[in-house]
Nanobody
Framework: QVQLVESGGGLVQPEGSLRLSCAAS????????MGWYRQAPGKERELVAR???????NYADSVKGRFTISRDNTKNTVYLQMDSLKPDDTAVYYC???????????WGRGTLVTVSS
């Protein structure tokens, strides 16, 4: 069983920065995509960024150039550095692990990011 623990959310002013972390416990093999999704009030959950075990990232168009995803395979941890934050980035951010071969998803409980002056 895999468990995910997120940290780093909070309140930040527009144009500010936050760094989210997600540590995974349990059996993590190669071939696992680690990523972040978000869900704003009244909206569907959407992909923010995802990174392969080899370190290849992909981003939603709305965050390209502002957010950076990275991972430390030795710690089974994924990070999301968020810069130049906008009010539209306000959402609950969820950590996600996707085991490609098994087609299995694991989710964290979510951490709230609020961008407001």
């Amino acid at each position: 069983q895999v468990q995910l623990v997120e940290s780093g959310g909070g309140l930040v002013q527009p144009e500010g920065s936050l760094r989210l972390s997600c540590a995974a416990s349990g059996s993590i093999s190669s071939g696992v995509l680690m990523g972040w999704y978000r869900q704003a009030p009244g909206k569907e959950r959407e992909l923010v960024a995802r990174i392969s075990s080899g370190g290849f990232p992909n981003y939603a168009d709305s965050v390209k150039g502002r957010f950076t995803i990275s991972r430390d395979n030795t710690k089974n941890t994924v990070y999301l550095q968020m810069d130049s934050l906008k009010p539209d980035d306000t959402a609950v951010y969820y950590c996600n692990l996707y085991f490609v071969q098994e087609g299995t998803n694991y989710w964290g409980r979510g951490t709230l990011v609020t961008v407001s002056s």
